[in-house]
T-cell receptor, first 116, second 107 residues
Framework: DAGVIQSPRHEVTEMGQEVTLRCKPI?????LFWYRQTMMRGLELLIY????????DSGMPEDRFSAKMPNASFSTLKIQPSEPRDSAVYFC??????????????FGPGTRLTVL | RKEVEQDPGPFNVPEGATVAFNCTYS??????FFWYRQDCRKEPKLLMS???SGNEDGRFTAQLNRASQYISLLIRDSKLSDSATYLC????????FGAGTRLTVKP
């Protein structure tokens, strides 16, 4: 069974360009999470969706970041315009959320973003 | 104060050693707790959940102390393959990850 799929795996872009990261969660999972990981700040939750609806986007750093989940099998995280400080590994994770937020999250392999 | 704090290490131990990591959390209302493992340049993967009564999985033992707001992970008879970063995770309606503790097991 396929795990969480992310694309691209690596992205190098220039400052000011738009970047779109993609995620396909595990089939049957109803919660999806976007994280960012850097050496300085560790793993940070940016936003999460439950049943395709954004529940908490308080971790999104600023208006340059946006995320969508048009259906249960696809989500995007967009950065426009990108800046060098956005360079990080971006992980997508999914889980089957029951009554409480206790379910195991399965992470994708991540997208390593470098903004020059 | 960070919500979840861990000693970043690194912990360098010989094969066969016993090593313990602690993690403290600030939100007393936190509901559930986990240890994740992350290998270099890989994604985090669940190692084990942490239950109030403590739980064991082979060489790994996790414990929770709600009164003092910390969780621990004990690894016995460490193997070279245990070398990784161990992330403490605390949930209170969202998952908060610690910065991780790096472990290197040497021959």
């Amino acid at each position: 069974d396929a795990g969480v799929i992310q694309s691209p795996r690596h992205e190098v872009t220039e400052m000011g360009q738009e970047v779109t990261l993609r995620c396909k969660p595990i089939s049957g999972h109803n919660s999806l999470f976007w994280y960012r990981q850097t050496m300085m700040r560790g793993l940070e939750l940016l936003i999460y969706f439950n049943n395709n609806v954004p529940i908490d986007d308080s971790g999104m750093p600023e208006d340059r970041f946006s995320a969508k989940m048009p259906n249960a099998s696809f989500s995007t995280l967009k950065i426009q315009p990108s800046e060098p400080r956005d360079s990080a590994v971006y992980f997508c994770a999914s889980s089957f959320r029951a009554a409480k937020f206790t379910d195991t999250q399965y992470f994708g392999p991540g997208t390593r973003l470098t903004v020059l | 104060r960070k919500e979840v704090e861990q000693d970043p290490g690194p912990f360098n131990v010989p094969e066969g050693a016993t090593v313990a990591f602690n993690c403290t959390y600030s939100n007393s209302a936190s509901q559930s707790f986990f240890w994740y493992r992350q290998d270099c340049r890989k994604e985090p993967k669940l190692l084990m959940s942490v239950y109030s009564s403590g739980n064991e999985d082979g060489r790994f033992t996790a414990q929770l102390n709600r009164a003092s707001q910390y969780i621990s992970l004990l690894i016995r008879d460490s193997k070279l393959s245990d070398s990784a970063t161990y992330l403490c995770v605390v949930n209170n309606n969202d998952m908060r990850f610690g910065a991780g503790t790096r472990l290197t097991v040497k021959p």
